[in-house]
């Protein structure tokens, strides 16, 4: 089977959906003519699962049928890509279908690897093994925060890219404050086991959250990398990252953030980089070599963290690149600047609002400093984020 769109959109998620509706907006005379492609039944607000895992949220508030949010104007393939053949302007379903396209975006989100850490897979949602990053496994977390009677609480960081790069240690603060109102604290070690060298990677929120490190007495192990897991007897294995030296923690809960990846159909893809993310300009979102193709969100290899709010900065560029493309004006392209947010929970009534750009300047929305620990910001990702996501992302508002 055969079929033909003028565009060609790749993923249904933030990335996918936000690119259609603003671009249809834009360019009405272009309803009939968008496909989206995606296999899911479901789309997911992920950015709430921290709270959901904290046993703030409830969890179905999360998920809509992914058949309700497809803009009107676009098709939807509920297939799975296979292979890309740009040269021929041209992609390869799962199910064998071939589609052609005048226009491609990629927005294909990023893939959680459970396999690569041995004994993961098989142990996750039991033996107080947990974990934010799914739907299916996020009510885990919850279970084994509020079933901890003390001990050792564990929350890993991978060395590879993820999505929301503060959500491993968000988790962690969350589940300290629980244990402090419940009795159990005392008698509890908590301890952020993180690949990475440091908190965050901007000095001006890195500043205070070790100051919350040190306040909720957080044992940090840096360069340090969950490698392998041992469920039924609750032992994890950890490689320092600089010595590759080995050593083993007993422990009675761990939250696992899982080494993510690229897709695998986006892994030795010829719109791919050699490490597998969709190759395109930092600034314009362009692919460099064809260039009536244009990645955005998680998937590309844009050098910023993967994050929603990203995307809500990439979307608009491009949507404005593509229509000048189509128009054949390659005058005045619109540019993306790197910026993302990270909304650091540190409790269940505080929260840093971290905003930033490529080079780690702070690109802050509020008149506030956003550095510290506020209430007001706690209550603007609780409650706000998720309308505007809803609301205004999805439907191309914004």
Not at 210 to 230: M, P, S, Y
Not at 262 to 286: A, C, E, H, R, Y
Not at 310 to 316: D, G, M, S, V, Y
């Amino acid at each position: 089977m055969n079929r033909k769109a003028k565009l060609v959109v790749v993923g249904a998620g933030s990335g996918g959906i936000t690119a259609v509706a603003q671009l249809l907006r834009k360019r009405p005379s272009l309803k009939g003519n968008i496909l989206l492609i995606d296999p899911a039944e479901q789309h997911y607000y992920q950015p709430l699962w921290t709270l959901v895992g904290a046993g703030d949220v409830k969890k179905e508030t999360t998920a809509r049928p992914m058949a309700s949010l497809i803009p009107e104007g676009a098709d939807w393939l509920q297939e799975s890509v296979q292979t890309f053949e740009p040269d021929q302007n041209r992609l390869v379903t799962g199910a064998g279908t071939v589609i052609e396209y005048d226009y491609l975006i990629v927005a294909g989100g990023i893939q959680l690897n459970w396999s690569a850490v041995p004994g993961l897979r098989e142990t996750i949602g039991k033996n107080g093994v947990c974990s934010n990053y799914s739907f299916d496994t996020v009510s885990s977390t919850w279970e084994a925060i509020r079933n901890f009677k003390g001990g050792v609480a564990l929350f890993t960081m991978p060395s590879t890219p993820i999505k929301c790069g503060g959500a491993p240690q968000k988790i962690m603060y969350l589940a300290e404050e629980y244990f402090e109102k419940h009795g159990v604290r005392n008698q509890s070690s908590v301890q952020f086991m993180t690949a990475l060298p440091n908190m965050f990677a901007v000095p001006r929120y890195e500043k205070t959250l070790n100051e919350v490190v040190r306040r909720k007495r957080i044992e940090t192990h840096f360069k340090t990398e969950l490698v392998e897991i041992d469920g039924p007897n609750r032992v994890a294995t950890f490689e320092n990252l600089d010595t590759k030296e080995r050593f083993t923690q007993k422990f009675d809960m761990i939250h696992v953030t899982p080494p993510m990846g690229p897709m695998d159909f986006l892994k030795n893809s010829p719109i791919s980089d050699d490490s597998g993310w969709v190759d395109v300009d930092k600034k314009t979102l362009q692919h460099d070599r064809f260039k009536n193709v244009f990645a955005l969100g998680d998937c590309s290899n844009l050098p910023t963290s993967k994050t929603g709010a990203a995307i809500r900065k990439q979307a608009p560029v491009v949507v404005e690149n593509l229509i000048l493309i189509m128009e054949h004006n390659e005058q005045d392209k619109a540019e993306y600047d790197g910026y993302t947010s990270c909304p650091l929970v540190t409790g269940y009534n505080s929260l840093i609002m971290a905003e930033f750009d490529y080079e780690k300047h702070p690109a802050e929305s509020f008149p506030i400093d956003q550095s510290k620990e506020r209430l007001s910001m706690f209550i603007v990702k609780k409650h706000f984020l998720p309308v505007l996501y809803w609301d205004g992302m999805l439907k191309g508002l914004m």
